[in-house]
């Protein structure tokens, strides 16, 4: 039930709240618009506090904190800024030496596609390209990364036109969760061009001979991909849709959505069952 | 992880000195090992300094063998021409370890210097001689499936994990490295890690500040029959349980020189001389190979949970000479 607000009751306020006041008149009438809009809309707990984190940030960006204040701007200790290419566009991030490359595309840039999966470099799901070889972005520091060109999954695409890798991934069923799947086509798209370049792997015959544009075995791709793990299980549509990019040849999709019309009938096939 | 200044070095000889001044302080190259460690509060360096801009990159034909640059990228050293024609053992073993994004940015210098994986040594509420001296030896008496038959004591069972280095010491290959006041010393890799004794918190004999320059392979005629070979518990991505490096040059049908090194065993690339000594001016069969891994392993210790590592590494002897023979990497 509403909670009647009683406006005569002093509010204790602390150090930092008084010193806001002082500083900020405005916030005051804030505190007059808030008191109004609870009398109002009493019942609503959200709204109420989500008006009340709306006035305090608006009330907090507004002014100008002392360095002792708890909401003051804080100076990174060991701060470190560095000038990167992120998908083509030139960033300058400002971090903390300890932040990981991984932790800056996702907290920094909002560029969430790059996955925090085991954060020790033993899943692969946080792999990105950089200077156009796949590397683990947890273990990269973000201060090494000046001048450097880094590549994301969200940097794949072009506009709407999914990279082929991408559209191979959603033809061959190639992910379940999908957790570690930005992480696995990055790492196969480098890895075509490893290929390309005709590097060799532990599995490779002979180490001796070298050739450009090497023919990539599914055991060649398995070896390749290693450094990915998928919790779902869906190593075998992986190896596939790498395979589909890298031979060339078209597979068949082997899954389709279902029609209306399926779906109907399934539902009263459902209805035969339940009544059996 | 912990506060720490980071800076990058454009030259060789002031990244030394930073690091000279500062005993907490450390070099980031790849980043791979140390990164994680620092993670799990393991490695607590105050301040880091990027060494990997540095102008130690190249590979190059030195002395009638190679040299190889410090910071070149793993990569770049398994695929490289001459590695792959002169030193394919050193291709192989690269390839064997971690997974292509970590091996694109690991760099030679920074392989040598991973430290193990013994759980206990990760786990910082656990006793650890090798992290912090005189805590004790959790895997002694713990789990130690994973852990050393060779050259252990009672401080520290722990393994080396790199499978590069176990090629390297079958190549001979000796470490360049920089010092504080610009003096060079060459390390010849059989000496450069050490055995754990009273003090396994020293993994290898570089003094501290003193920065890898480049590893540098001396010319041999083992290309066309050697062969790495790793046994671990998946099929790819996992630290050796055993591995084995193995090269052969032979005079008609008799060995001339073997070259056998060990993985997953020690606390250091184990190299096999006992096995290496039987083989010289036999024939390349396998009775006389067996009776080779039968004497090097012959010196084992196993531990409470290792106990297979004899047979395995038996076998894996036996195995990566068969495979050496057999043209191997070629």
């Known amino acids: 039930m509403a909670e009647e607000f009683d406006e005569s009751v002093e509010i204790e306020l602390t150090a930092d709240e008084a010193a806001l006041l002082e500083n900020l008149p405005e916030l005051s009438e804030l505190g007059e618009a808030r008191r109004k809009f609870l009398g109002q809309a009493a019942a609503l707990g959200l709204?109420?506090?989500?008006?009340?984190?709306?006035?305090?940030?608006?009330?907090?960006?507004a002014i100008e904190t002392s360095p002792e204040a708890v909401f003051a701007p804080v100076q990174i200790e060991n701060s470190v800024t560095v000038a990167m290419k992120i998908n083509g566009a030139e960033k300058s991030l400002t971090v903390d030496s300890r932040m990981t490359l991984l932790d800056g595309l996702r907290e920094k840039l909002e560029?969430?596609?790059?996955?925090?999966?085991?954060?020790?470099?033993?899943?692969?799901?946080?792999?990105v390209i950089v200077d156009g070889r796949r590397v683990l972005s947890c273990l990269t520091l973000a201060a090494t990364c000046e001048g450097k060109s880094v590549t994301t999954i969200e940097g794949l695409a072009n506009g709407d036109a999914l990279h082929p890798m991408q559209a191979a991934f959603i033809?061959?069923?190639?992910?379940?969760?999908?957790?570690?799947?930005?992480?696995?086509?990055c790492s196969a798209?480098?890895?075509?061009?490893?290929?390309?370049?005709?590097?060799?792997?532990?599995?490779?015959?002979?180490?001796?001979?070298?050739?450009?544009?090497?023919?990539?075995?599914?055991?060649?791709?398995?070896e390749r991909m290693s450094g990915n793990i998928c919790r779902c299980g869906a190593y075998p549509?992986?190896?596939?849709?790498?395979?589909?990019?890298?031979?060339?040849?078209?597979?068949?999709?082997t899954w389709s959505f279902h029609t209306p019309n399926e779906n109907v009938a399934e539902i009263e096939e459902d209805k035969k069952d339940a009544t059996v | 992880m912990r506060p720490f200044k980071f800076s990058s070095a454009s030259d060789a000889r002031n990244a030394v000195q930073t690091i000279s001044a500062n005993k907490d302080a450390k070099f980031l190259a790849g980043g791979t090992n140390i990164l994680d460690l620092m993670k799990e509060d393991v490695e607590r360096p105050t301040a880091l300094v990027d060494v990997s801009r540095l102008n130690l990159t190249q590979i190059k034909s030195a002395n009638g063998g190679l040299s190889l640059g410090a910071l070149a990228k793993n990569t770049d050293t398994a695929n490289h021409p001459l590695v792959r024609q002169n030193y394919p053992l050193l291709s192989m073993a690269i390839l064997a370890g971690a997974s292509q994004q970590i091996r694109n940015m690991a760099t030679n210098g920074g392989n040598l210097l991973q430290r193990t994986r013994c759980s206990y040594f990760y786990d910082v509420a656990?006793?650890?001689?090798?992290?912090?001296?005189?805590?004790?030896?959790?895997?002694?008496?713990?789990?130690?499936r994973m852990h050393a038959i060779f050259g252990w004591s009672e401080k520290c069972v722990a393994v080396y994990p790199s499978d590069m280095s176990i090629a390297l010491v079958a190549l001979d290959a000796v470490v360049k490295v920089q010092g504080a006041n610009g003096q060079e010393r060459s390390i010849p890799f059989a000496d450069f890690h050490r055995l754990p004794g009273?003090?396994?918190?020293?993994d290898t004999n570089l003094n501290h500040g003193e920065l890898i320059t480049a590893i540098e392979l001396p010319k041999n005629n083992f290309a066309g029959k050697s062969y790495y070979l790793k046994v671990r518990d998946r099929a790819s991505y996992a630290f050796a349980l055993v591995s084995v490096a193995a090269a052969l040059e032979m005079d008609g049908n008799k060995?001339?020189?073997?070259?056998?090194?060990?993985?997953?065993v020690a606390h250091k690339p184990w190299r096999a001389t006992e096995a290496e000594k039987m083989l010289v001016g036999k024939e390349a069969s396998a009775a006389n190979f067996k009776s080779a891994a039968d004497a090097e392993m012959k010196g084992a210790k196993p531990l409470e949970h290792n106990k297979f590592k004899v047979e395995l590494g038996t076998r894996g002897i036996v195995r990566a000479l068969q495979m050496a023979m057999s043209g191997g990497a070629a």
Do not use: W
Request: overall charge neutral.
């Open chain 1, 237 to 253: 549509n992986i190896v596939a849709a790498i395979q589909e990019v890298h031979s060339g040849k078209e597979a068949a999709q």
């Open chain 1, 47 to 61: 709204g109420a506090f989500a008006l009340n984190l709306l006035a305090q940030e608006q009330a907090f960006a």
């Open chain 1, 111 to 127: 560029l969430t596609g790059s996955k925090k999966g085991c954060d020790h470099g033993q899943c692969g799901a946080c792999t």
């Open chain 1, 189 to 222: 798209v480098a890895l075509m061009n490893e290929a390309k370049n005709g590097e060799i792997s532990y599995v490779t015959a002979n180490v001796r001979t070298s050739a450009k544009n090497v023919k990539l075995s599914d055991d060649e791709i398995r």
């Open chain 2, 126 to 144: 656990m006793p650890c001689n090798k992290r912090a001296p005189g805590t004790g030896c959790g895997a002694l008496e713990g789990i130690n």
């Open chain 1, 171 to 185: 033809k061959n069923d190639g992910f379940q969760c999908g957790y570690c799947t930005p992480g696995q086509i």
């Open chain 2, 255 to 264: 060995i001339k020189q073997a070259r056998i090194a060990m993985g997953g």
């Open chain 2, 198 to 202: 009273d003090t396994p918190e020293r």
